[in-house]
């Protein structure tokens, strides 16, 4: 699985963004997949995944309400809705995807197996 994310940018506080994890390879269906970002100086954190079936999603307890996470098994694609962006937002964001069972959604990086390139999010005042 190759894994291709994009829509970042700038954007002001307040603001929203809508970034895209295109994937390309068999099966995508059978990868749950999760975005983390890792801001300057700072380790890689988990934001947002989604079971292989779309169904269930899972989110950094601070990152609720304001994040959401979706599937489209018809484009192969996962999206990350981010809403009332803060300046503490800012960061590289990160797909990755991994073969998982129905349910199972990793939240720690080392559980994924393949990686995006990354697409950086940048927030201003």
């Known amino acids: 699985v190759q894994l291709q994310a994009s829509g970042g940018g700038l954007v002001q506080a307040g603001g929203s963004l809508r970034l895209s994890c295109a994937a390309s390879?068999?099966?995508?269906?059978?990868?749950?997949v999760g975005w983390f970002r890792q801001a300057p100086g700072q380790e890689r954190e988990f934001v947002a995944g989604?079971?292989?079936?779309?169904?269930?999603?899972n989110y950094e307890d601070s990152l609720k309400g304001r994040f959401a996470i979706s599937r489209d098994g018809a484009k192969d694609t996962v999206y990350l809705q981010m809403n009332s962006l803060k300046i503490e937002d800012t960061a590289i964001y990160y797909c990755?995807?991994?073969?998982?069972?129905?349910?199972?959604?990793?939240?720690?990086?080392?559980?994924?197996?393949?990686w995006g390139q990354g697409t950086l999010v940048t927030v201003s005042s």
């Open positions: 989604v079971n292989r079936a779309g169904r269930m999603t």
């Open positions: 390879g068999r099966n995508f269906n059978q990868y749950a």
């Open positions: 990755a995807a991994v073969r998982a069972i129905l349910s199972h959604i990793p939240i720690h990086s080392g559980a994924y197996a393949y």
